[in-house]
């Protein structure tokens, strides 16, 4: 086989690297392979390996997840963008790689899904949207509204949509104008999230208990609450029952950010627990695991609270 010019090497080599060892067909013709090179280099035992129609790895071992969403945009044409897990999991959120990439190409287009790609045809392209090397993908209330509406399970919605809230990637407004542009097909889960951060759930184990107290009948207390004595701030309390001067706090070290995080809680609890406060403290596991423990336990509490003076505090709900 005749040596390839250096220009030409240098012209793959350099194809391969922003696209992550992933190549479309004319992209490889472009770089002075012929059809017959490709051929023998995508042969069974050969040096490449076809992912998709058209669309080749440059080795032999499994395509990671990044090259999967190279080759699934490839397939999809130059005006696709990748949406929903692929993009938020871009967008550095906790998310699974999802088995099947979910891009948008404009509703005239004539892309197939195939493999692990689906094609989303849409009349909402987005204006605007990330670029990261050669990657396209949505911006984060996209992201995270697509990926919703693909996802059966509340808590991974639920968690999906407070991670985007902490971190301050969108707003509340942002998802919820999202939610109404978007089909509703699947929507329900992420309707429900929505609600629950109105209230002011901020991560999952808040959003388990909300829906425990409300399964419970139980009086919802306002989540996130900023307590204050006088003009000064004692705490954010996870859930505030303000007629009852009652609180109850989520204690769990995964949704502290750091060890330096989880002792400023242990003093805030001090501060709570010296102005009077009725504190109550439930892992994660004790929401979900023994429900009715965990109601009995709030509402002895909410009794006991309602039966003295109520107490000096007041409070504003969570930005």
């Known amino acids: ?12 080599a350099e194809v391969l690297r922003r696209q992550r060892g992933v190549i479309g067909w004319s992209q490889a013709l472009g770089c002075g392979l012929t059809e017959r090179a490709l051929e023998y280099r995508i042969r069974e035992g050969g040096a490449w390996q076809r992912l998709l129609p058209g669309v080749y790895l440059a080795g032999t071992g499994t395509a990671s997840a990044e090259q999967r969403d190279m080759a699934a945009l490839l397939h999809a044409g130059p005006r696709s963008v990748l949406t929903g897990l692929a993009a938020a999991r871009r967008h550095g959120f906790r998310v699974a ?9 404009p509703a005239g287009a004539r892309r197939q899904s195939t493999g692990f790609v689906q094609i989303q ?17 949505v911006l984060a209330p996209r992201a995270v509204a697509d990926a919703a509406r693909s996802t059966r399970s509340v808590r991974e919605v639920r968690a999906l949509v407070a991670q985007a809230i902490q971190q301050r990637r969108c707003s509340i407004a942002m998802l919820v104008d999202e939610l109404e542009r978007g089909p509703a097909r699947g929507s329900g889960p992420l309707r429900a999230a929505l609600a629950e951060v109105r209230d002011g759930t901020r991560s999952v184990p808040e959003g388990d208990l909300r829906a425990l107290l409300k399964r419970g009948r139980v009086a919802v207390p306002v989540f996130n609450a900023r307590l204050y004595v006088g003009g000064a701030m004692i705490a954010v309390a996870d859930a505030w029952w303000e007629e009852a001067g009652v609180v109850a706090e989520v204690d769990s070290r995964e949704y502290h ?3 330096e995080d989880w002792q ?3 003093r805030r609890h001090d501060r709570l627990v010296a102005h009077g406060v009725l504190l109550l403290h439930f892992t994660p596991k ?18 006991a609270g309602r039966g003295r003076p109520r107490l000096p505090i007041t409070y504003r709900t969570a930005a």
């Open 286 to 303: 004790q929401i979900r695991g023994q429900p009715e423990e965990v109601v009995a336990q709030i509402r002895a509490a909410l009794a």
């Open 264 to 266: 400023k809680t242990m």
């Open 121 to 137: 045809r849409t009349t909402r392209m987005p204006a605007g949207f990330c670029v990261d090397w050669e990657f396209r993908f």
């Open 257 to 259: 950010y750091s060890a």
């Open 97 to 105: 790689a999802p088995s099947v990439i979910t891009v948008l190409v």
């Open 1 to 12: 086989m005749p040596k390839k010019a250096p220009i030409e090497q240098e012209q793959l």
